[in-house]
């Protein structure tokens, strides 16, 4: 091969082969590309979940980052405009250990295999994207499954919001019906919300530490209320959301992981987290209670949002909502994968 372009269909023809994102990286460091050193970091903290010296290689990979190296991708985008990041298969560790700040006991950590590549939104879902694909604006969804109080950012580069986990899954049908009708589909590819461990595996981006920056949160990597930043000096609280990709992207390439908008995740949310090999969360509904004391179903949210603290926007944090409701702090980002069938 002898041009990046060959090197990216070669890892496209093969999403699942992670061979061919090594051979990229011997080329790339050979041209004197600093991409090349960024992606062998990525393929060693994310194919075993035992790596020798790990806190060094992650500060290394934070740095590159930093110093404005790019993640390669490969990046797809769709009929919406969306762009798609390629994940390669990979291991990690899901949860947070007893020693991390903020852990609670949900976040029991697991080993997790991932043993297929998948592509995820580089962004959230926006409010154009909604409307172009859903016919409805983001105050017309609003009233529709709530009673607005405020809409927090409004604009066609803004996260959507006010939409249910119900809601979300059906954008994904749509939005494979669409894809298919213009052909933009491999066979047995679907859009959909990304399974828990899918969605902390693209958080993470190959780190262990609480957050994709280390083991703090300041308000310059994520729009969060930064007066409760996360091992962090005292910030600024927005009280808004902000147009996507505002913030640093993590190892992937991936914008807003943490804050901004909290994520729906496909998962039923149970106390304790599975790992193993492609994970799928809780087998029937989680269980919680309304203040009426009738029991529902809970789907996982991840990230954080633009109102909570700095400890509820680490990797390992979730919490859990109605798939029915949606509010004002909650989106979604999509991801496109094979069916298992």
Known sequence: MSSESNFLQAILAHPDDVSARLVFADWLEEQGDPRGELLRLLHTLTQSVSVADRGSLEERLRNLLAAGVKPVGPVRMNSLGMELVLLPPGVFNMGSSKREKGHRSDE????????????????????????????????????????????????????????????????????????????????NWEYRLPTEAQWEYACRAGTESATPFGNSLSDHQANFNGKEAYNAPKGKWLGRTTEVGSYPANGWGLHDMLGNVVEWCRDWYAEKRKGGIDPKGSDGAGRGFRGDLVEVGLRVLGGGCYQTPGVACRSASRSWCEPGFGDNLGGFRVVLEASAE
């Open 108 to 187: 029991n950590q697991v080993a997790v295999t991932l043993t297929r590549g998948y592509w995820i939104g580089k962004y959230q879902v926006t409010q154009g994207q909604w409307t172009q694909l859903m016919g409805s604006t983001v105050r017309e969804q609003g009233a529709r499954i709530a009673a607005p109080s405020r809409y927090p950012g409004e604009g066609p580069n803004f996260p959507m919001y006010y939409v249910s986990h119900t809601d979300a899954s059906e954008f994904c049908r749509r939005l494979t019906e669409q894809e298919r009708s213009v052909s933009q589909l491999m066979p």
